[in-house]
């Protein structure tokens, strides 16, 4: 079973930077799908940005232009790098894993629904202070 690690979050001042990482226990799968999502205290938990194993990356409105998504398949790591956070950004960041996936162009987009990621990590808060 895939397991995923997730690490780098912490607290910040806003317009601070912090990078998140995504570690997977295995390199099973060529093709795959990972997304991170993050939870606010009595909200629901949000999409943020996906990328998949042939480099396509996707981001929420709300992040884009701020957030970069990266990968080492050799460390089997994904990277989540967050600048010019704002407070909005606070909340618990997660990684998940889809194997088997890969976006085509507006055909079949990263997926955003929770529902569509098999495999999920323990989460890491992030916290940005005004």
């Known amino acids: 079973e895939e397991v995923l690690v997730e690490s780098g979050g912490g607290s910040v001042q806003a317009g601070g930077s912090l990078t998140l990482s995504c570690r997977t226990s295995?390199?099973?799968?060529?093709?795959?799908?990972m997304a991170w999502f993050r939870q606010a205290p009595g909200k629901e938990r949000e999409w943020v940005a996906g990328i998949d194993s042939a480099g396509t990356t996707r981001y929420a409105e709300s992040v884009k232009g701020r957030f970069a998504l990266s990968k080492d398949d050799a460390k089997n790591t994904r990277y989540l790098q967050m600048n010019r956070l704002k407070p909005d950004d606070t909340g618990v960041y997660y990684c998940a894993a889809e194997p088997g996936f890969v976006a085509m162009g507006s055909v079949r987009p990263i997926p955003t629904s929770p529902d569509d990621y098999a495999y999920w990590g323990q989460g890491t808060q992030v916290t940005v202070s005004s």
């Open positions: 295995n390199k099973i799968y060529s093709r795959w799908c």
